[in-house]
């Protein structure tokens, strides 16, 4: 193939890319409620979580390489047990995609519950 040949293949390819249709291709939905999001007219909003094992108090502990190897044969121990802690039982990190009408739900109960009200007298 000659040179103008791949140019005419590139040109067509970003003319592809650069079209309405061609930008289409991903489409995003919301992980609530399923509604399609439009990502030209719609606001997308996107929610990490990040779930990890507390160590408290074992801050120290994980410095000093001598007690990390005293808690890896612990762990390998649990494991010979029948106690197995997998990757997902020390961390775990999660992604969804939200709509408007979502996210101001997901931000008013972060949890899926209302959060405790104080009733409080009138001094």
Not at 9 to 28: L, V
Request: glycine residues 4%.
């Amino acid at each position: 193939m000659n040179r103008s040949g791949l140019y005419h293949a590139s040109r067509k390819a970003d003319a592809f890319n650069n079209t309405s249709w061609g930008r289409a291709m991903i489409q995003y939905s919301c992980d609530l409620c399923s509604r399609p999001i439009d990502s030209e007219d719609d606001i997308r909003y996107v929610v990490k979580i990040e779930v990890y094992a507390a160590l408290d108090g074992q801050s120290e502990v994980l410095d000093d390489e001598r007690d990390g190897l005293e808690q890896l044969q612990e762990m390998l121990q649990r494991m010979d047990e029948g106690q197995c802690v997998t990757d997902e039982d020390v961390y775990q990190q999660l992604r969804f995609d939200l709509c408007p009408e979502c996210r101001k739900k997901f931000v008013k109960h972060p949890l899926g519950r209302a959060t405790k009200q104080f009733d409080f007298s009138q001094n």
